[in-house]
């Protein structure tokens, strides 16, 4: 079955720069999206098609793909930065969605 | 205003069945593809399910194959998911979620379902 890897957690102090990878052998050929979600919250889409910055959302996020790997970037991290963060793509024939398994993102 | 609100979780014993719903309003139902999402416990998020706008394409996840039936009444703004011979593992709460074709852009509250004897 297709899966997509994230690392489990990634810690970074106010303002600085925090960077979420994202694996998959399908990415090459299929759009990746990305998700925050806070405790006891449903998710909130953050990117979108790669680089797309979803609506309300800071400019301190954004998006990118090369290859197999997408990644997400926050720019100057805040306190309410800190939550979880899922990538989310289809399998090569896009009949089949999967998500990252998530990274915890820690502001220090 | 989107919203999207599931109902229909609760308690269910395995090999029990399940039927959730989702209501929406806020936006033209008919033109949106949908999905379900879940997520156990402490875990990360899992697709489900998806229906096109019209019906006409619809896809699950392996994981829930041949148990799982999602549909849509357009008319009632309505999504559906019904979940048979249910299993500790399908133990989650339960998300609908509108597709823009570039990600889920609107996500209900949730829905717990608990599969346990």
């Known amino acids: 079955s297709y899966e997509l890897t994230q690392p489990p957690s990634v810690s970074v102090s106010p303002g600085q720069t925090a960077r979420i990878t994202c694996s998959g052998d399908?990415?090459?050929?299929?759009?990746t999206h990305w998700y925050q979600q806070k405790p006891g919250q449903a998710p909130v889409l953050v990117i979108y098609?790669?680089?797309e910055r979803s609506s309300g959302i800071p400019e301190r996020f954004s998006g990118s793909s090369s290859g197999t790997t997408a990644t997400l970037t926050i720019s100057g991290v805040q306190a309410e930065d800190e939550a979880d963060y899922y990538c989310h793509s289809a399998e090569t024939s896009g009949t089949l969605w999967v998500f990252g398994g998530g990274t915890k993102v820690t502001v220090l | 205003e989107v919203q999207l609100v599931e109902s229909g979780g609760g308690l269910v014993k395995p090999g029990g069945s399940l039927r959730l719903s989702c209501a929406a309003s806020?936006?033209?139902?008919?033109?949106?593809?949908m999905n379900w999402v879940r997520q156990a416990p402490g875990k990360g998020l899992e697709w489900v399910a998806y229906i096109s706008y019209g019906s006409g394409n619809i896809y699950y996840a392996d994981s829930v194959k041949g148990r799982f039936t999602i549909s849509r009444d357009n008319a009632e703004n309505s999504l559906y998911l019904h979940m048979n011979s249910l299993k500790v593992e399908d133990t989650a709460v339960y998300y609908c979620a509108r597709d823009q074709d570039s990600g889920y852009d609107s996500w209900g509250q949730g829905t717990l379902v608990s599969v346990s004897s």
């Open positions: 098609k790669d680089s």
């Open positions: 806020g936006f033209t139902f008919s033109s949106y593809h």
């Open positions: 399908a990415l090459p050929t299929q759009y």
